[in-house]
């Protein structure tokens, strides 16, 4: 006979309640262990993703058709994509450290946070900056074409990371400046609900840049 654990897999439930009885609020590890899922269904969602670019470049550089994968004039910018992953790498380091600091009560995670984000919106300028300068487009070989679809795409996925985070540090800094009010409906505790959302955004987007440093080094270093 199963036991009440197994039948209950998602850990605690809402307890039962008679007919008519306002039902109490979801136990918060029941949202934060959808959290956790929920971002690592979305790396592997990533996963697949990007591998088709991965898989696009080295099948077209064993192609070489007529020999166009990549002409001379075909060359991005090494100075901005080296600084760019270096911010990507650090901005991840910073959040995955905010999660670790809320996680032990510290109040000085939203530092951490604001500089992860803002570290990962300079990326995404520095790669718009590459655009400009680069003698090249999507048209110019089967290498343009992929650089130019991986990065685009990618810079709009460490975008959508960006606002993840920053939605967090943005309810924190919103608690802190209206705490809540006895008897008008406020979250009482709203770190309760933020920490698990931050821990869930700081790994998929340190999961993220580890997908940036693979493409890195396939797009500049290989």
Known sequence: MA???????????????????EIPPEPPDVGARALAVGARLLAGAATFFFLAFLFAYFYLRSL???????PAHVKPEQALG??????????????????????????????AAAGAVLLGLVAVALQ???????????????????YCAWTAFYAMGVLGAMYWLETHVATE??????????????????????????????????????????AYVTLYLV
Request: some cysteine; glycine content about 10%; proline content about 7%.
């Open 82 to 111: 080296a600084i760019g992953i270096a911010c990507i790498i650090v901005s991840a380091v910073l959040a995955m450290y905010a999660s670790r600091r809320m996680r032990a009560g510290s109040s000085s995670w939203t530092g």
């Open 3 to 21: 036991s009440e654990s197994e039948r209950r897999p998602l850990g605690m439930m809402v307890p039962p309640v008679p007919a008519g009885v």
């Open 64 to 70: 070489n058709v007529e020999h166009m994968w990549k």
């Open 173 to 214: 800094l919103r608690a802190r400046r209206e705490p809540a009010a006895e008897n008008e409906g406020d979250i009482k505790d709203p770190d309760r609900l933020i920490a698990p959302g931050l821990e869930a955004a700081a790994w998929f987007w340190a999961y993220l840049a580890g997908l940036g440093v693979i």
């Open 128 to 146: 718009c900056i590459a655009y400009t300068r680069q003698h090249f487009g999507p048209t110019d070989g089967a290498y343009a074409s992929v």
